[in-house]
């Protein structure tokens, strides 16, 4: 695939995408379009790339965003509901948005599409998420265009909101941090950087019906994954186990004041629920370096041009 080929990103400025846009400008792809209903965050992206084309509309609606598919090479779809307290939110952003991008690329005749999909949908967690996510995907697989799936894990790195990120942010404001039971939840967690790269190199090989589950390389535990964030950040924070059920009942309480929790007690339940995802050697598929964990997090919260840029929610 040539550089300089137009390639669409809709749901583009979120964690994925943002990152994905350092990533294909420091690769020398020079035409890309993002599409995104986020106020806040497009602008963010606006503001750190002048020359990427960035639409704020809503993918469920009919727009100019429809227009900007056209002669395009490719679609990394990345639009995604992944925490709310309303189905409503889920259906309308991982099903009904996924529906019109489908469309427009048939109407189009886009080539091909990356479609981000999840770990979640081979999780035993059952939720509007993981619900909304297994559907999407098999809209996908039923297309008729040419695609690949990309299943990450547990994603962290520049410009994370959630997650990790708001994890840190947390962290550096309270002396105390709690966490739930004994800690040791094994987590994949796996580095956008490395992500982004996995998802360039598709652009350029396009593998067809091929689905991919992408962990992180290295297994980690909760508890350690936070002992790290303090650690490269040198913060002098408590950390304190609690009860898991007490940790329920904050997180529940605290849902019922926030429209959009950082963290609802539906993932608390993901975050114990003993997931263990398939490891495949993508640093070979791939052709790409697998970042160490201690590495990642250093560059996700030190050593970035990008490392004190925050999303919103």
Known sequence: MEKNKKIVLPGGAGLVGQN???ELKKLGYTNIVVIDKHTANINILRRLHPEVICIEEDLVNDGQWQLHMKDAAAIVMLQAQI???SSADFVANNINSTQMVLDAAKKYS???IVHISSSVVESVADDDYTDTKKRQEEMVKLSGIKHCVLRPTLMFGLFDRK???WLSRFMKRIPI???PGHGRYMRQPLYVGDFCRIIENCLQT???GQIYNISGREQVDYIDIIREIKKVQNLHTWIVKIPYSLFWVLIATYGLFSRNPPFTTSQ???LTAKDEFELIPWWEIFDTRATPFAE???ETFCDSEYSNVVLEF
Request: no cysteine; hydrophobic share 45%.
């Open 296 to 298: 990642a997090i250093k």
């Open 268 to 270: 608390l339940e993901a």
């Open 206 to 208: 396009q593998p067809d």
């Open 163 to 165: 997650h990790l990120g």
């Open 83 to 85: 925490g709310s307290k």
């Open 177 to 179: 941090f709690p966490i």
């Open 110 to 112: 886009i080539p091909y």
């Open 20 to 22: 994905l846009v350092v």
